[in-house]
């Protein structure tokens, strides 16, 4: 305990730096306009931004790129409660009770439950990761090439079935991840995979280039013709937004079993915050002594997934820096820019590198306080800012995109290559496939490649190691349950929709016979 306060104390000396604070300041207000912003969600945002972080050293690159992932998480309740607009999707259950507040004439004690619900539920997860993490890292030490290999099938299969929509595309969407990480030069071999003679491919693609191709390339693509989002206007106080005694009261239990169910999906890889949103959401519903206030303007729907989102938002931090598994696309791409910057996340991170990560965490509580400073008199600024038309933001979007990638390696193919992945993942997503696996795979793929070959290695080609080892075969055991279990119930809802479908079809036969 005693060195945990004094590693925390460090931390805060690492963030409140004038430069490193200067560059939370900078995350937390751009995450905040992202999350307002429709379509621009974090993963756009940082997939943008990405390049600039290859000019920046290693603790405010982090800094900043944190800032915006939590800093997206305010902006989105703001269009979600005033002008019913989802910004991303764990802000679409938001909507179901904000914007009837709002219509009632409540929208800013919706505001206010909700900010307070979100530094709360932040503060129960920082300190979740700060007691839990050197845990974590404790038990990470006794884990070899076999177990880490075995936690790296984990999270690929947890973070591709638990994506939205079919289990069979998310595995697809990874497996081509897979396969574009294999592409360059091999470090055991010398050999080039997948280059095609294109010097350019030698070092591999890119992840900035796959990053800003397949997620704002490919919006871009796929929003062209999007019409200008017509608004109403919103005028707000500080006054209006402190919610009553009786709000609060309401709120305060839905608050705590979010910000838990949060904490509970934090550590799990591939339950994004939609998931663990709708969960909250969905349990609040079933207890309450009346449902039917819900979607009426309940004060409970709003806190408690607000509150799960934030909790969730943090501890997701847990795995991606002690273990090196990323639980979504956005600690994917957290980790890609470490990765970049030569930085490893995994056990050694704690004790190497103690300034990135715990000034990451004393940015946390730095940040979530500038962004309850500074959401108030910015509300008014954020819901202007939604009458921005597509026609202007998208190629804004694009032209930072292009100067951005080409600041990489000063090479025009980076260009090309983010116009082809945005092609790419245009198509996908008109065919309903998930593409933020992609991202998953491609990260965390060549790194169960370098385990899996040391572990194979080790045990001179032997595959029974990983199934001989207790923790690799506990682990492995594990991801085929969960690739069973999401193959199976999706074939099961499949099977049954089908049923509905072929009866649906002979009564409607059976009343033109007659």
């Not at 300190?127 to 839990?132: D, E, Q, T």
Request: aromatic share 10%; proline share 6%; glycine share 12%.
């Amino acid at each position: 305990m005693h060195q945990t306060i004094v590693d925390l104390l460090y931390g805060f000396g690492v963030a409140l730096q004038p430069p490193h604070l200067l560059w939370a300041v900078i995350g937390v207000l751009l995450g905040n306009l992202i999350g307002v912003l429709p379509g621009m969600g974090p993963i756009t945002a940082i997939s943008i931004l990405l390049p600039l972080t290859y000019f920046m050293g290693s603790v405010p690159a982090i800094i900043m790129l944190a800032g915006i992932f939590y800093g997206s998480q305010y902006g989105g309740a703001i269009g979600a409660i005033l002008l019913n607009l989802p910004s991303h999707p764990p802000h679409a259950v938001t909507c179901i009770d904000g914007y009837p507040m709002t219509r009632q004439g409540r929208g800013g004690a919706a505001l206010g439950v909700a900010m307070l619900s979100s530094f709360f539920a932040a503060t129960i997860g920082i300190l979740v990761m700060i007691f839990l993490s050197p845990l974590l890292v404790r038990v990470a030490f006794k884990f070899g090439p076999t177990e880490i290999a075995s936690i790296m099938v984990l999270g690929l299969i947890a973070g591709s079935t638990m994506s939205r929509g079919s289990p069979l595309k998310g595995i697809a969407m990874t497996l081509f991840g897979l396969l574009c990480g294999t592409v360059g030069t091999d470090l055991i071999t010398g050999n080039f995979r997948f280059t095609f003679g294109m010097t350019s491919l030698y070092d591999g693609v890119e992840l900035g280039s796959i990053c800003m191709g397949i997620f704002a390339i490919a919006d871009f693509l796929m929003h062209v013709n999007r019409e200008k989002i017509i608004t109403v206007k919103a005028s707000l106080s500080m006054r209006d937004m402190r919610p009553s005694m009786a709000d609060l009261r309401a709120a305060v239990a839905p608050m705590l079993r979010g910000t838990l169910i949060g904490v509970l999906f934090g550590g799990m890889p591939g339950t994004g915050p939609t998931i663990t949103t709708f969960i909250a959401y969905a349990f609040e519903r079933r207890i309450a002594k009346d449902p039917s206030r819900f979607g009426q303007g309940a004060i409970e729907g709003v806190a408690s997934p607000e509150a799960a989102s934030h909790s969730k938002t943090q501890v997701d931090f847990i795995p991606t820096m002690t273990l090196g598994i990323p639980g979504d696309a956005v600690m994917a791409l957290i980790m890609g820019a470490l990765i970049l910057k030569g930085i490893q996340p995994g056990p050694l991170l704690i004790t190497e590198h103690r300034d990135i990560f715990w000034g990451l965490i004393a940015s946390f509580w730095i940040g979530n306080v500038i962004l309850m400073i500074l959401n108030v008199p910015l509300i008014g600024v954020w819901v202007r800012l939604l009458r921005i038309p597509y026609r202007v933001l998208y190629p804004a979007a694009v032209f930072f995109v292009c100067i951005g990638v080409y600041s990489m390696r000063n090479d025009l193919f980076d260009v090309g290559s983010v116009a082809f992945f945005g092609v790419v993942g245009a198509l996908f997503m008109a065919l309903d496939f998930p593409v933020a696996p992609i991202v998953l795979g491609f990260v965390l793929g060549p790194m169960l490649e370098s385990n899996l070959r040391r572990a194979l290695l080790l045990s001179h080609g032997d595959l029974g190691v990983f199934l001989r080892h207790p923790i690799s075969a506990t682990v492995l055991g594990l991801a085929a349950l969960i690739l069973c279990w999401q193959v199976g119930s999706y074939m099961i809802w499949g099977a049954d929709s089908l049923f509905m479908r072929l009866r649906a079809r002979g009564q409607m036969r059976a009343r033109w016979v007659r």
